[in-house]
């Protein structure tokens, strides 16, 4: 019997029997691999050959991702965002044609719109919310359909079952940022994805103190990310590849508890006289609610709110004092955020409309009553100068 999530976190990429019945996966410090003959290292037929192409300790993350993942095959990158460059360059070369979701992560839209173009690449923005009508703007050298679902600050969520169809027909790939989600809460080759990606460095690591990424692939797409894994030199220290692996052994404990402060939090503001919007998809008031519950099996604690208009004084009154909430980028730590966003000159396929400023909150591990005193006081200051 395949072992259930909660189980495959505990036991993914273990071999206690190979390392003496030690719990934990030790830290291979290496470059060189020696070969015991001259026959082994022409033939290279042993596991490790260069430490640049792999370990036991980075193989015993990849190994958990991809069971996680529900891949064949995980590399792992220096950050996040080489994971969504590193995947884009393995399927597109110049001439090629991208279908590039409009709400991408920040810089990963940087990467395609400076390294891409310049590489000769079609950069095509798209509207989150287009579900199988993607169809139309599929071309003959069209090879990479890419969704991030929910959208990065502005959380919309992507059909992304629609979106593998037609980018299949059509004879591309879907790579998906699942970040948001984590391999936990939403399962991306079961929805029809080639390629899934992971910024490590937020829920997997959960501890504010790594950065890394991980592509995860399909049998068939894997060898492609391999081939331009290896020729781009990706890797990472083993040190932190430690740090990811035990963080990320309660990683199903941790989300339960962002995501029911997340939600708690999301409603909590959607009662705020000073609020327009709350941008979270498992709040059944949201237009991506029905995707959500369709595709995914939780939330994550990293979710927006469109205040009403006001003047940037008050946001600063509100943010500048809170004692629980910190002000910095990143997420996924055990830590609360939050970030004051502006999404306006970004969009191109469809400007975000927005009553006013956004805030982004990431709902840490924290007591929720400590939280919402804090953000209380927060307001009262917002209110004061608002008068
Ligand atoms: C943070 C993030 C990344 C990039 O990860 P880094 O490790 O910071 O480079 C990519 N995608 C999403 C959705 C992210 O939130």
Known sequence: MKPKQDTLIVTAGRHPDVHFGVVNTPVYHASTILFPTVEAMKTRSQPYTYARRGTPTLAALEEAIAALEGGAK???TPSGLAAVSTALMAFLKAGDHLLMVDSVYGPSRHFCDTILKRNGVEVEYYDPEIGSGIARHMKPNTKVVYAESPGSISFEMQDIPALAKAAHEGGAKLIIDNTWASPLYFKPFEHGADVSIQAVTKYLCGHSDVMMGAITAT???????????????????????????????????????????????????AERPEVARVLHPALPTDPGHELWKRDFT????????????????????????????????????YESLIVPQDLHGIRTATPAALEGPILRIHAGLEDLRDLIADLEAGFARFNAIIG
């Open 74 to 76: 995980t590399v792992l």
């Open 219 to 269: 049998e068939e797409a894997g060898k492609t990310v391999l081939a331009t894994h290896g020729a781009l030199g990706m890797t990472v220290a083993p040190d932190d590849v430690y740090l990811v692996l035990r963080g990320m052994r309660t990683l199903s404990v941790r989300l339960e508890r962002h995501m029911k402060t997340g939600i708690a939090l999301a409603r909590w503001f």
């Open 298 to 333: 939780g939330a994550s604690g990293l979710f927006s709110i469109v205040l009403k208009p006001c003047p940037d004084a008050a946001i600063a009154a509100m943010l500048d004092h809170l004692e629980y909430f910190g002000m910095g980028w990143s997420w996924g730590g």
